[in-house]
């Protein structure tokens, strides 16, 4: 049996805010720092988890709550990967509006639609400039993603650096976000198109799967601290 660890980042400044966040790189609330060390903690109390490296994003938010788990789980020594392919959905134009103004401006039904649904795109925004993504080719990066699209970039790195280590019975752990988290969850779980709409990934609470040697999940849990 192996395992695959996921965990959302701690609550961040624009989580506090409650605006959009996407692509737009925010730090972590203190609060947010906190809720890193309880995921370290919680998942440090797996006995039988031993991951062979990390994967996040290359947002700070996403980063720096890997860096928090991994030095209270003693992980510090592993390998981290870095990749877009990880970041938070683009949310285009609603980036750094607030998501309770955003149902007065648009209405409360395109709002869902676009949050929650599986194929609905926000209106695009600028293309990303940060010089993170300078070596990239642009045509790959995203102005305003749906579920889908994002599903559709995060799968692959997903199945050609994850899925290949766990086929080898290396666990392995994920630090990202709660929308590219959902396009995986999507696909390991095979959630229906609508019923994806229910599913959230709170901050900072580890998921944790257990597959058998077929790579078929044989055990789910979410680590809660109450």
């Not at 809720?35 to 903690?41: P, R």
């Not at 062979?52 to 996403?62: E, G, K, N, P």
């Not at 890997?66 to 609603?94: M, Q, S």
């Not at 692959?156 to 929308?179: C, T």
């Amino acid at each position: 049996m192996v395992k695959l660890v996921l965990v959302r980042h701690g609550e961040s400044t624009a989580n506090k805010a409650n605006v959009y966040t996407g692509w737009n790189d925010v730090a972590l609330t203190e609060k947010g720092r906190k809720q890193a060390k309880m995921a370290g903690n919680l998942i440090k109390s797996i006995t039988d988890f031993h991951p062979t490296h990390i994967h996040t994003s290359v947002l700070m938010r996403a980063i720096i709550t890997a860096n928090i788990v991994a030095d209270i789980c003693n992980f510090l020594y592993l390998p981290i990967t870095k990749t877009w392919r990880l970041n938070e959905r683009h949310y285009g134009n609603l980036r750094g509006i607030n998501k309770d103004e955003s149902r007065k401006i648009f209405g409360k039904e395109q709002v869902l639609e676009w949050r929650r649904g599986f194929y609905a795109i926000p209106p695009e925004g600028k293309k990303v400039t940060s010089r993170r993504y300078a070596n990239f080719d642009p045509h790959f990066l995203p102005q305003a993603e749906s579920l889908y699209q994002t599903q559709q970039r995060v799968m692959p790195y997903y199945y050609d650096n994850v899925v290949s280590r766990l086929k080898k019975a290396e666990d392995q752990l994920i630090v990202a976000h709660g929308s590219s988290l959902r396009a995986l969850i999507k696909k390991l779980e095979n959630i229906d198109d609508q019923e994806i709409i229910n599913l959230e990934v709170p901050n900072a609470q580890p998921i944790v799967y257990t597959f058998d040697p077929q790579m078929k999940i044989v055990d789910k849990k979410i680590l809660r601290c109450f």
